[in-house]
């Protein structure tokens, strides 16, 4: 006998439509999201009680992707990972994950955006974290490799100014080098 085929959720699938809303630049609202995913505004409702719910699960369905990837970046069986090496799987996934306007999800609706930024930087904090107690300078350098990979995600996210493959290259080497570097002493 076989087993029907799985399809996805009704809470997947108006996920995967407000996300696809927000590459297309479509303003996110529970009837648009309805509307895009097939389903009535009850129906919606039913998973996403209030637009709150919806964005948070809109950023965290983003981040869950993003920390997967990350993952990916680290190396082969690292179950605590340094600074360094979760600085580098960021500064590697900002330069070699595709990224779209999804991604900028968080900033999906000006009302809401402090909270989902909060929600944001609480899921992706431990990623970039840079202990306090390393001294200026080694903090310093370790915060523009950050805001270098930032900035990477950001011009590919929004569409402002994107780097070109061979800068993407030669940033992650630059960028790799930082992370190596001491501060002189």
Same mark, same amino acid.
């Not at 030669?170 to 570097?181: F, I, N, P, R, S």
């Given at each position: 006998? #076989?087993?029907?085929?799985?399809?996805?959720?009704? $809470?997947?699938?108006?996920?995967?439509?407000?996300?696809?809303?927000?590459? $297309?630049?479509?303003?996110?609202?529970?009837?648009?999201?309805?509307?895009?995913?097939g389903l009535t505004k009850p129906?919606?409702?039913?998973?996403?009680?209030?637009?709150?719910?919806?964005?948070?699960?809109?950023?965290? $369905?983003?981040?869950?992707?993003?920390?997967?990837?990350?993952?990916?970046?680290?190396?082969?069986?690292?179950? %605590?990972?340094?600074?360094?090496?979760?600085?580098?799987?960021?500064?590697?996934? #900002?330069?070699? #994950?595709?990224?779209?306007?999804?991604?900028?999800?968080?900033?999906?609706?000006?009302?809401?955006?402090?909270?989902?930024?909060? &929600?944001?930087?609480? $899921?992706?904090?431990?990623?970039?974290?840079?202990?306090?107690?390393?001294?200026?300078?080694? &903090?310093?350098?370790?915060?523009?490799?950050?805001?270098?990979?930032?900035g990477a995600w950001f011009a590919? %996210?929004?569409?402002?100014?994107?780097?070109?493959?061979?800068? &993407?290259?030669?940033?992650?080497?630059?960028?790799?080098?930082?992370?190596?570097?001491?501060?002189?002493?």
């Open positions: 006998m #076989s087993r029907p085929a799985h399809r996805p959720s009704l $809470r997947d699938k108006a996920l995967d439509s407000g996300l696809d809303l927000l590459r $297309r630049g479509t303003p996110l609202s529970l009837d648009s999201v309805a509307r895009a995913a129906g919606l409702m039913y998973h996403f009680p209030t637009k709150v719910t919806l964005m948070t699960a809109l950023v965290d $369905r983003v981040v869950d992707r993003c920390e997967g990837e990350l993952e990916g970046h680290l190396p082969a069986g690292t179950t %605590s990972p340094t600074t360094k090496e979760r600085l580098a799987a960021y500064l590697r996934w #900002s330069l070699v #994950s595709p990224h779209d306007g999804a991604d900028l999800v968080m900033l999906g609706d000006p009302r809401l955006r402090d909270r989902m930024i909060a &929600r944001w930087s609480e $899921r992706l904090q431990p990623w970039v974290e840079i202990p306090e107690d390393l001294p200026a300078p080694d &903090r310093a350098r370790l915060h523009l490799v950050r805001l270098a990979a930032d590919d %996210s929004s569409g402002y100014l994107p780097l070109t493959d061979d800068e &993407r290259r030669d940033l992650l080497l630059v960028a790799l080098g930082l992370l190596e570097q001491r501060a002189a002493g």
